[in-house]
T-cell receptor
Framework: EDQVTQSPEALRLQEGESSSLNCSYT??????LFWYRQDPGKGPEFLFT???AGEEKEKERLKATLTKKESFLHITAPKPEDSATYLC?????????????FGQGTRLTINP | EAQVTQNPRYLITVTGKKLTVTCSQN?????MSWYRQDPGLGLRQIYY???????DKGDVPEGYKVSRKEKRNFPLILESPSPNQTSLYFC?????????????FGPGTRLTVT
């Protein structure tokens, strides 16, 4: 069974204090790994897709990386508006099928 | 504006009273999916559809039905709701089942079954 585990569950940082969120996964045949941001009461907002080990993607203060067992979301010099829950998800399975499995998320709070 | 819409946004109902949550997307996306989100359990996939008349079960399909008669619409049907279906529901769509396309999520429907 595919599993995704995110750590930590919650993280509090001061504005400007860089850190990383972790997403560990166990899947049979990874086809892709997604990162989403979710604000309270809203739907998840897509951030990145990573396909293979060694791949990296960046967007503003966020950078996502992927290894064969885990992914990291690095946040550099965060601002209060980066406060949100960050979700990791994987897609695996046979060609033509798509089943998305999410981790439970990391709730990030950036204090001014 | 490209978007996924869900209705209603909030619903309180009683056990056993059939209900439908609608989902519509205006992006001509082939793939659509329903998720439920519960504290401590995260987002779990209920059903997904790769195109019109093509649907398949996700992780938690029991107690739910879906249909995909038109490309833009993917309603979620609860024939006989029970309190354990109280949850926050999200619909999502993407251009293709290929992984190069992001999934767009709707705003959510908060359902309470008493």
């Amino acid at each position: 069974e595919d599993q995704v585990t995110q750590s930590p569950e919650a993280l509090r940082l001061q504005e400007g204090e860089s850190s990383s969120l972790n997403c560990s996964y166990t899947v049979s045949g990874l086809r892709g790994l997604f990162w989403y941001r979710q604000d309270p009461g809203k739907g998840p907002e897509f951030l990145f897709t990573l396909y293979s080990a060694g791949e990296e993607k960046e967007k503003e203060r966020l950078k996502a990386t992927l290894t064969k067992k885990e992914s990291f979301l690095h946040i550099t010099a965060p601002k209060p508006e980066d406060s949100a829950t960050y979700l990791c998800a994987v897609v695996s399975g046979l060609q033509g099928a798509q089943k998305l499995v999410f981790g439970q998320g990391t709730r990030l709070t950036i204090n001014p | 504006e490209a978007q996924v819409t869900q209705n209603p946004r909030y619903l309180i109902t009683v056990t056993g009273k059939k209900l439908t949550v609608t989902c519509s997307q205006n992006m001509n996306h082939e793939y659509m999916s329903w998720y439920r989100q519960d504290p401590g359990l995260g987002l779990r996939q209920i059903y997904y559809s790769m195109n019109v008349e093509v649907t398949d079960k996700g992780d938690v399909p029991e107690g739910y039905k879906v249909s995909r008669k038109e490309k833009r619409n993917f309603p979620l049907i609860l024939e006989s709701p029970s309190p354990n279906q109280t949850s926050l529901y999200f619909c999502a769509s993407s251009l293709s089942t290929g992984l190069s396309y992001e999934q767009y999520f709707g705003p959510g429907t908060r359902l309470t079954v008493t």
